[in-house]
């Protein structure tokens, strides 16, 4: 049975810093690209950041460009999201997602993905 385990979330103040994990199991997590996507009230899942299975490749929105990064260990089954410089619009429910891959693809569409974790909350405080 595949499980994505997100933690790491929490409240923090603008510009403040989290780290967020994502550990999995019950699939072969070297074969799988991960993205982190978020989830405002009332507003649809979007893309945070993507990364290939080797990590070869990244994606990020805009929004999170040169603020956040996206990381893997392929060894540990884990994703992280570093993310700094926090704002408010940064508050959200954070979701990792995994699917299987043939490449070095960093997969930006949410419905692309096949397995999800339950979240982790971020709420950014002004």
């Known amino acids: 049975q595949v499980q994505l385990v997100e933690s790491g979330g929490g409240l923090v103040q603008a510009g403040g810093s989290l780290r967020l994990s994502c550990a999995s199991s019950?699939?072969?997590?070297?074969?799988?690209?991960m993205g982190w996507f978020r989830q405002a009230p009332g507003k649809e899942r979007e893309l945070v950041a993507a990364?290939?299975?080797?990590?070869?490749?990244?994606d990020y929105a805009d929004s999170a460009k040169g603020r956040f990064t996206i990381s893997r260990d392929n060894a540990k089954n884990t994703v992280y999201l570093q993310m700094n410089s926090l704002r408010p619009e940064d508050t959200a429910v954070y979701y990792c997602?995994?699917?299987?891959?043939?490449?070095?693809?960093?997969?930006?569409?949410?419905?692309?993905?096949?397995?999800w974790g339950q979240g982790t909350q971020v709420t950014v405080s002004s």
């Open positions: 990364i290939s299975r080797s990590a070869v490749t990244t």
């Open positions: 997602g995994a699917r299987v891959s043939s490449g070095e693809y960093a997969y930006t569409v949410k419905d692309d993905y096949e397995y």
């Open positions: 019950g699939l072969t997590f070297h074969i799988y690209a």
